[in-house]
């Protein structure tokens, strides 16, 4: 990929994580995300994090005090977001 991204959707994981909340329709914790995508739970809750600060998900409930919260997208319906998920997903899965 040689086009620089907006922070949130700089990193394979992070699109990975979006791509998964998107095609569950559905809050998935930290856990459930780190066995699906089959990456380490620090991993995953880094790039969470990360999706929190630029809000892109949220966590329910909000406060996200604990790891076990679950997360939610807030960009399922932006067309750009999910064009650039699209456009990324077999770079990123093949690394």
Not at 8 to 15: A, G, S
Not at 29 to 41: I, K
């Amino acid at each position: 990929m040689t086009q620089e991204l907006y922070p949130p959707f700089d990193h394979r994981v992070r699109r990975r994580i979006l791509r998964c909340l998107h095609r569950g329709d559905t809050a998935r914790t930290a856990g459930e995300l780190s066995v699906d995508l089959n990456l380490a739970l620090v991993d995953v809750w880094y790039h969470t994090r990360v999706l929190l600060k630029y809000d892109k998900v949220k966590a329910l409930p909000p406060d996200m005090a604990q790891a076990n919260a679950p997360i939610e997208s807030l960009v399922a319906d932006d067309s750009e977001v999910i064009a650039l998920l699209v456009s990324t997903e077999a770079d990123d899965e093949a690394r």
